[in-house]
């Protein structure tokens, strides 16, 4: 275990805040940690039929644009499934059928407490998208087995969409043998 002894703000944004924290480590040592500071997210593995729906969207910090399972943050406060409802049919235009939660992730411990919870659905169309003021996501329909193949050949590569979709995959080849 690990201790904070002390704990310094470097930065506060708009999604997330920066520590720095003194720490007393197991051999009565002190040493530094930085960790981010992330509200939680909610990401969804939608279906449509046999088709996957992915969004487009350019990513700063890696200076590309990537496809991605629909995905945003939770507000303060919010459900995590009433968060996956929302933003999907914010970045979408669809709305679920169904939903079911596949799993919680930790998508960098080493550095940040940020959790996504992820959810399979069966989804219709309803609307046009209506993304947040600011972002800019392109639907796309897939074949399922085609975005398994784009896992394995590096053209998907985003963490979340890896482990959602192979997760959905998964449960619904197991659904099909029973």
Known sequence: ???????????SGRILDLER???????GTTAFREGVRHPGAVA??????????????????????????PAGKLDAGENPEDC???????????VTRYLRKLTTIETSPGFSDEIIHIY???VERVQDPCPDEGEFVVPILIDSREAI???VDG???????I????????????????
């Open 1 to 11: 275990m690990e201790h904070s002894i002390r704990k310094e703000k470097i930065f």
């Open 21 to 27: 924290h003194t720490v007393s480590i197991q051999d």
């Open 44 to 69: 969804v593995v939608p279906f449509v039929d046999d088709k996957l729906l992915l969004v487009k969207q350019y990513r700063f910090p890696v200076q590309k644009f990537m496809l991605e399972i």
């Open 84 to 94: 996956a409802r929302r933003e999907l049919l914010e970045e979408t235009g669809y």
């Open 120 to 122: 399979l659905a069966e």
């Open 149 to 151: 193949r784009m896992i």
């Open 155 to 161: 053209q998907i590569t985003d963490s979340k969409s």
């Open 163 to 178: 482990s959602g979709i192979l997760l959905a995959f998964a449960g619904r080849e197991s659904d099909d043998d029973d």
